[in-house]
């Protein structure tokens, strides 16, 4: 696995920018893994709960193994050396927070799920699609994708608190959404401030967006829950569904609770579009985003 120390950092010499100082102060005041009260779990209220166990599961496979994303992400703008720092010291950080909140969480409540050794099987496969070359290759249209990556994650964390009926659960799904948000908000600062300095055209900016969003579907998700499937073992084995039916049962959850009027906003940001366009291409947007954003 490729880690952050293999990326073009920053020497002892360095000014630290006034930016990554108050990137070190919000870090601090970040909410830690002590915080979350897993002793406090109500297991009856999510043990028997199939679609949740591959949800969440799922989502602990992929927010695990974001540091060789963000490895790759990180040297693609090593000529950016701002938001190199943030990616390496405060987006990478996150997004791992995340992957070990949720995997606490999950062996917490299903201890026979052998996570470790579903999560091996899932990375062998996943690490294959984590390449630099997966990357587009202008740094603000990698911005654009990023923006709809963060927007189809919000849409996800923001669809599984409201479906929580465990608090504990309800209460970290509220927080890992919030980080995300947060990123959008800094892939898109930063997007807005490559776009000021050399602009790319709208055109360019739509193609980008409908090409990660239409990835959505059929990347890291789907690997991570079929590998979850394959490993469950005895674990509602009174079921008896195939992989199918359980994909397309959790695609329709996730998609008829899809927050898309906040999608779209999201989606729509980087565009950059006047007020009145904006609000003309909304029902579409949102059309396509309810089709598309469901994991």
């Known amino acids: 696995m490729t880690t952050a120390s293999e990326m073009h950092g920053r020497t002892a010499g360095d000014r630290q920018p006034a930016h990554s100082l108050g990137a070190a102060a919000a870090a601090r005041s970040h909410w830690q893994l002590a915080d979350i009260p897993y002793a406090q779990i109500d297991h009856g209220a999510v043990a028997h709960d199939e679609d949740m166990f591959y949800l969440l599961m799922s989502a602990s496979f992929v927010e695990t193994g974001s540091d060789t994303y963000a490895a790759n992400l990180g040297a693609h703008y090593a000529r950016y050396p701002d938001i190199q720092h943030w990616l390496q010291e405060r987006w990478e950080h996150e997004e791992l927070q995340h992957g070990e909140s949720l995997r606490r969480y999950v062996e917490a409540v299903w201890p026979s799920f052998d996570w470790q050794k579903a999560y091996d099987s899932f990375f062998a496969e996943y690490s294959l699609l984590c390449t630099q070359e997966a990357l587009l290759e202008d740094p603000r249209l990698e911005m654009v994708a990023r923006c709809v990556v963060e927007t189809g994650t919000t849409a996800y964390y923001h669809t599984l608190r409201a479906l929580s009926q465990e608090p504990v ?33 709208r055109l360019r900016i739509a193609k980008a967006l409908y090409s990660r969003l239409k990835e959505l579907r059929e990347s890291d998700s789907d690997v991570a829950l079929r590998h979850v499937f394959a490993n469950k073992g005895d674990l509602f084995a009174d079921r008896q569904r195939s992989f199918d039916d359980v994909a397309q049962r959790i695609y329709h959850l996730i998609s008829t609770g899809l927050p898309a009027q906040l999608a779209v906003q999201m989606l729509l940001k980087p565009m950059l579009l006047p007020p009145r366009l904006e609000s003309c291409l909304h029902r579409p947007i949102s059309r396509l985003a309810c089709k598309m954003l469901a994991y």
């Open 169 to 201: 659960l309800t209460e970290l799904l509220g927080h890992i959404r919030n980080d995300e948000v947060g990123h959008f908000k800094h892939f898109l600062s930063y997007f807005k401030s490559l776009q000021a300095q050399e602009p790319v055209g």
